[in-house]
C-alpha cells in the first residue's frame, strides 16, 4: 500500500469542506476523483502533499515521491522565463526534456505557450521527477482534443515504463473511466468508492444533484 | 562627485535594480514606497545619535519587515491597506522627531555626506544581495510564477519571501542615502518594469537589470551636474524605460 487517509478533515475558518474522508491507495493504482465544484477535490490534493492544515492522518509509505500538476490558473505567465531554464531550474536532467521538445520550442517563455502547450510542460516535468505518486488536478480543462490525446499518450508511456500511482481529478467523467480502475467520489464527505464499472447514472445524480449524461468506457 | 560617491551611487542601483523585476512580478511594486517611509524615523534616530543613517534606517525596515509579515499572518486580506497605514504612521513619527534642516536631505538625499564606511558597508550589501539572487535564483523563479505551484514542489516560500524582504530592506537602506526616502522606491519599479518588457529568458533579464542599475546611475550621476542627483537618478530610469518602451513597441 501506498497511501493511507483516515478520517481527513479540512476546515477553512471553522466551516468544514472535507470531512471524514478515508481510502487507500495501492502501488501503480490509477485513482479517479469526481464531484461537483466546490466539492473540496483540489482541497483533497492540497491535504495530500501537505500543503494545508489538515485533522485526520495521511500515511505514505516512506520515501514516497508525490508530484502535483496543479490547475493552470492563478500563474504568472509575464514572467521572462524560458520553457528551457523552466526544466533546468525544476533540476530535470537535459536529456530527459530534450527528447520531447525541439531546441525551438524551449527558447519560448512561458508566456509564449498555450494552455495545451504549458500544460504539456507541466505534467513532463512532474512525471519525469520519479514520482511514486503524480496528483493530476483538472489536467484536461485546456485541452482541446488532439492536445488531450499527446498528452494522455505521454501520461500513459510514462506509467508504463515507470510504474506510479496517480490520482486525477476532473470533471470530465469519460476521460476518468478511460484511465482509471476506481472512482471515489466527493462533495465534502465520500459519496462512493469503487470500480469504474459502479458507477451508476443513480449515483451520479445523487452526486452532482442532476441527471449527468457521460460516456463511461466499461473495462 | 568624488569617486567614492560615485561608486556609492552605482552600487546601490544594482543592488535596487535586481531585486525591481521580483517586486513587479509579486504585484508588490508600492512595497518599495512604503518601506522606505517607514526608514523616516530611523534616520532621525541616527541624525540625534549622530551615527550613520544607514543603520538607523536598517533598523527600522527590519522592523517593519517583521511589523508587515506578522500583520501578513493574521490578516490576509487588506495587506495592501495595512501596509499603507504602517507606513503613513512611520511618516508620520518621523517627522515629528527629524529636524526640518534634515527633513529635506533625508527625503532627497544627501551624497555628499556619504564616507569611506559607506562605501564599505554598500560593497557588503550589493555582494550578499548577488550571491543570494544567484544562490536562490531557481526558486524565485518558481515562485514568481506561482506561490502554489512552488509550494506543491516543496520550496519554503515563507522562508524565501523573507530573505526577499530582507535584501529589500537592505537595498533601500543603501539607496536612501543616495535618492533619499521620497524617491527610492522608484529604483524598485523602473528597472523592473523596463528589463521585463523587453527580455525573453530568466538569465537575460537578471543581467539586463544589473546593467540597467549601472547605466542608469551613471547617467543620473551626468546630469547631476545641471540637477540634484535624486531627481537626475529618476529621470535618467525614466528615459532608460521609455527607450525600451519604444524598442519593445516596434519590435526591434
Given at each position: 500500500?501506498?497511501?493511507?487517509?483516515?478520517?481527513?478533515?479540512v476546515k477553512?475558518d471553522e466551516t468544514p469542506?472535507?470531512?471524514?474522508?478515508?481510502?487507500?491507495?495501492?502501488e501503480?493504482?490509477?485513482?479517479?476523483?469526481?464531484g461537483p465544484?466546490?466539492?473540496?477535490?483540489t482541497?483533497l490534493l492540497k491535504?495530500?502533499?501537505?500543503?494545508i492544515p489538515?485533522e485526520g492522518?495521511?500515511?505514505?509509505?516512506?520515501?514516497?515521491v508525490v508530484?502535483m500538476v496543479?490547475?493552470?490558473?492563478?500563474l504568472n505567465?509575464?514572467?521572462?522565463?524560458?520553457?528551457?531554464?523552466?526544466?533546468?531550474?525544476?533540476?530535470i536532467p537535459q536529456?530527459?526534456?530534450?527528447s520531447f521538445?525541439d531546441?525551438k520550442f524551449?527558447k519560448?517563455?512561458?508566456?509564449?505557450?498555450?494552455d495545451?502547450?504549458?500544460?504539456k510542460v507541466?505534467i513532463?516535468?512532474?512525471?519525469?521527477?520519479?514520482?511514486?505518486?503524480?496528483l493530476?488536478d483538472?489536467?484536461s480543462?485546456?485541452?482541446d482534443?488532439?492536445?488531450?490525446?499527446?498528452v494522455?499518450?505521454?501520461?500513459?508511456?510514462f506509467?508504463?515504463?515507470?510504474?506510479f500511482?496517480i490520482i486525477?481529478?476532473?470533471?470530465?467523467i469519460?476521460?476518468?473511466?478511460?484511465m482509471?480502475?476506481?472512482v471515489?467520489?466527493l462533495n465534502?464527505?465520500?459519496?462512493?468508492?469503487?470500480?469504474?464499472?459502479?458507477?451508476?447514472p443513480?449515483i451520479l445524480?445523487?452526486?452532482?444533484g442532476?441527471k449527468?449524461m457521460a460516456h463511461?468506457?466499461?473495462? | 562627485?568624488?569617486i567614492?560617491q560615485?561608486?556609492?551611487?552605482?552600487?546601490?542601483?544594482i543592488?535596487?535594480s535586481l531585486?525591481?523585476g521580483?517586486?513587479i512580478l509579486?504585484r508588490?511594486?508600492?512595497?518599495g514606497?512604503?518601506?522606505s517611509?517607514?526608514a523616516?524615523p530611523?534616520?532621525a534616530?541616527a541624525l540625534?545619535?549622530?551615527?550613520?543613517?544607514?543603520?538607523?534606517?536598517?533598523i527600522?525596515?527590519?522592523?517593519?519587515t517583521?511589523?508587515?509579515?506578522?500583520?501578513?499572518?493574521?490578516?490576509?486580506?487588506?495587506?495592501e491597506?495595512?501596509?499603507?497605514f504602517?507606513f503613513l504612521?512611520?511618516?508620520?513619527?518621523?517627522k515629528?522627531?527629524?529636524e526640518?534642516?534634515e527633513?529635506?536631505?533625508s527625503?532627497f538625499?544627501?551624497?555628499q555626506?556619504?564616507?569611506?564606511l559607506?562605501?564599505?558597508?554598500a560593497i557588503?550589501?550589493?555582494?550578499?544581495?548577488?550571491?543570494?539572487?544567484?544562490?536562490?535564483?531557481?526558486k524565485l523563479?518558481?515562485?514568481?510564477?506561482?506561490?502554489?505551484?512552488?509550494?506543491a514542489?516543496?520550496?519554503n516560500v515563507?522562508?524565501?519571501?523573507?530573505?526577499?524582504l530582507l535584501?529589500?530592506?537592505?537595498?533601500?537602506?543603501l539607496g536612501?542615502r543616495?535618492?533619499?526616502?521620497?524617491?527610492?522606491?522608484?529604483?524598485l519599479?523602473?528597472?523592473?518594469?523596463s528589463c521585463?518588457?523587453i527580455t525573453?529568458?530568466?538569465?537575460?533579464?537578471?543581467?539586463l537589470?544589473?546593467?540597467y542599475?549601472?547605466?542608469?546611475s551613471?547617467l543620473?550621476i551626468?546630469?547631476?551636474?545641471?540637477?540634484?542627483?535624486?531627481?537626475?537618478?529618476?529621470?535618467?530610469?525614466s528615459?532608460?524605460?521609455?527607450?525600451?518602451?519604444i524598442?519593445?513597441?516596434?519590435?526591434?
Open positions: 500500500m501506498l497511501l493511507k487517509v483516515e478520517n481527513l478533515t477553512f469542506v472535507l470531512e471524514n474522508i478515508s481510502f487507500e491507495l495501492e501503480n493504482e490509477v485513482l479517479g476523483v469526481i465544484n466546490g466539492a473540496g477535490k482541497t491535504a495530500l502533499i501537505f500543503q489538515f492522518k495521511i500515511t505514505y509509505k516512506e520515501g514516497t508530484k496543479p490547475q493552470l490558473k492563478n505567465r509575464n514572467l521572462p522565463l524560458t520553457v528551457e531554464e523552466f526544466f533546468i531550474f525544476s533540476k536529456e530527459v526534456f530534450k521538445f531546441e524551449l519560448k517563455t512561458l508566456s509564449n505557450l498555450s495545451g502547450e504549458l500544460q507541466l513532463i516535468k512532474a512525471l519525469s521527477q520519479k514520482p511514486d505518486l503524480v493530476l483538472e489536467p480543462s485546456f485541452l482534443p488532439k492536445n488531450k490525446e499527446t494522455f499518450s505521454i501520461i500513459e508511456k506509467h508504463e515504463r515507470d510504474k500511482s486525477i481529478v476532473s470533471h470530465d469519460s476521460l476518468i473511466s478511460s482509471t480502475d476506481r471515489i467520489c465534502k464527505n465520500l459519496v462512493c468508492d469503487g470500480p469504474i464499472s459502479h458507477l451508476t443513480e445524480e445523487k452526486l452532482y442532476y449527468v463511461l468506457h466499461r473495462h | 562627485m568624488e567614492q560615485i561608486v556609492i551611487t552605482i552600487i546601490s542601483a543592488s535596487l531585486l525591481s521580483f517586486v509579486k508588490q511594486s508600492l512595497i514606497d512604503a518601506f517611509h517607514i523616516l530611523g534616520i534616530l540625534s545619535l549622530k551615527i550613520d543613517i544607514f543603520w538607523g534606517a536598517l527600522f525596515l527590519l522592523l517593519g517583521f511589523l508587515i509579515i506578522a500583520i501578513r499572518e493574521k490578516i490576509k486580506i487588506f495587506l491597506a495595512v501596509v499603507g504602517i504612521l512611520f511618516l508620520s513619527l518621523g515629528i522627531f527629524i526640518d534642516e527633513l529635506i536631505e527625503l538625499g544627501n551624497i555626506k556619504a564616507t569611506t559607506d562605501l564599505g558597508i557588503i550589501v550589493c555582494s550578499f544581495i548577488i550571491f543570494t539572487i544567484l544562490k536562490f535564483k531557481d523563479a518558481i515562485i514568481s510564477f506561482s506561490e502554489e505551484f512552488a509550494q514542489e516543496g520550496i515563507k522562508k524565501i519571501d523573507f530573505i526577499f535584501m529589500i530592506a537592505m537595498a533601500i537602506a536612501i543616495v535618492t533619499g526616502v521620497l524617491l527610492v522606491g522608484s529604483y519599479i523602473l528597472p523592473g518594469l521585463l518588457l525573453k529568458s530568466f538569465n537575460r533579464f537578471l543581467l537589470s544589473g546593467f542599475g549601472i547605466i542608469s551613471c543620473g551626468f546630469l547631476s551636474r545641471f540637477i540634484e542627483l535624486g531627481p537626475a537618478i529618476v529621470i535618467s530610469q528615459l532608460i524605460f521609455i527607450i525600451f518602451f524598442l519593445k513597441s516596434f519590435k526591434l
